[in-house]
């Protein structure tokens, strides 16, 4: 009797033992399988002591025996199951002495560098870089420079209106000229400004044009500056942005804000097919617009137009990147594709 009690204690105690059982290492799970559920292991023993066990108490040993197996296999199923997710998320700690890998850095976009280079080449004459806004009113734009109410330029085909009904009305400036009358405005000459900015026109977008591009503007005002200086200025420009042997010539033009005025154009060359197309067939390429301030413009903004005279002059600085890079389509400068960026890294 007292055997046929042990054994049913054991069988409670092996039960309490596989239950607790727990392991985060295969090798000693292996080791608990065979132990217990193994050919000569301990349930194999278990249930070898049936035997022993009185008739009316077979069928309770049984029950609890089989329990025993089943939770030894149960804990096997689990552990093992358990082990191989975490082998799933094993995480390898990294070397944390090694250096780091390099940052790829951005690089400067080819408007930028060429709106750099622009502004520096002026800078180093004496001309500030001054800024203004994007959004501005039609007296800036236009009355101020004027710009008669009639102009084409002031059509709605031309110009975005935000606000055609406010007094004044309000757009997204045409160019940068506007920041011409606001610095008339507010500073006594002498003046000698470069003004870099984004302008918007209401353009069919195609591979030439753009309804928002890029201009620097600039502007002199002094006593007694001359069109003798504004040739000499802009030839300066040209031989730094394109070299020294560079040919310039100016032709007639005009500009509501300007008196006489002029266009630049630079000698591009016209040797083969390409030259054609860029140049329209005359080797001649042009560059700016530019002029000397008429004298409305001057008083418009508070200026002595008697005793001040000075020049301006405004230019794409799209069109001198799409030239400068060789790029076919001013629409990629807006796309923001880095594999089109990402070849001006080295560029300055
Ligand atoms: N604002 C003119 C344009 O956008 C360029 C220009 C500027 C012409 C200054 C003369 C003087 O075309």
Redo the contacts with the bound molecule.
């Keep these: 009797m007292s055997t046929v009690k042990n054994i049913f204690e054991d069988a409670r105690l092996m039960l309490e033992q596989v239950n607790a059982f727990t392991t985060t290492n295969k090798e000693e799970l292996e080791q608990f399988r065979i132990e217990y559920l193994g050919s000569k292991g301990k349930i194999k023993q278990l249930f070898a002591g049936m035997r022993t066990v009185a008739r009316e108490d077979k069928r309770a040993f049984g029950q609890l025996a089989n329990s025993v197996k089943q939770a030894a296999e149960q804990k096997v199923i689990q552990l093992r199951e358990a082990l191989e997710s975490a082998a799933d998320q094993h995480i390898e700690i990294p070397d944390l002495s090694l250096p780091v890998d390099n940052e790829a850095l951005g690089s400067r976009h080819p408007l930028s560098i060429t709106k750099n280079k622009i502004c520096q080449i002026f800078a180093q004459i004496g001309f500030t870089i001054v800024e203004g806004p994007e959004i501005e009113d039609d007296w800036h734009n236009f009355t101020a420079?004027n710009t008669p109410e009639d102009h084409p330029a002031r059509d709605m085909q031309d110009t975005f209106y935000i606000d055609k009904g406010a007094n004044p009305a309000m757009l997204l400036r045409?160019?940068?000229?506007s920041v011409?009358a606001r610095v008339m405005k507010s500073q006594e000459p002498p003046i000698r400004i470069v003004v870099p900015g984004r302008?918007y026109r209401n353009e069919t977008i195609s591979a030439r044009a753009h309804a928002q591009f890029h201009?620097v503007?600039?502007?002199y005002i002094d006593e007694n500056v001359s069109f003798a200086d504004l040739k000499q200025t802009l030839y300066y420009f040209a031989q730094e942005m394109y070299g020294k042997g560079v040919k310039i010539r100016l032709r007639p033009s005009y500009?509501p804000?300007?008196e006489p005025?002029a266009e630049m154009d630079v000698y591009w060359g016209l040797e083969n097919e390409n030259d054609y197309r860029i140049t329209k067939g005359t080797g001649w390429l042009e560059v700016?617009?530019?002029?000397m301030?008429d004298p409305a413009v001057l008083d418009n903004c508070g200026i002595d137009s008697q005793k001040y005279t000075g020049?301006?002059?405004?230019?794409?600085i799209d069109r001198q990147a799409m030239l400068k890079y060789q790029i076919g389509d001013i629409r990629m400068f807006f796309e923001n594709d880095v594999r089109f960026l990402r070849q001006f890294s080295s560029a300055f």
């Design positions: 420079l045409t160019h940068t000229s011409q302008v201009q503007e600039g502007l500009f804000f300007t005025s700016l617009g530019c002029g301030v020049f301006a002059f405004g230019m794409g």
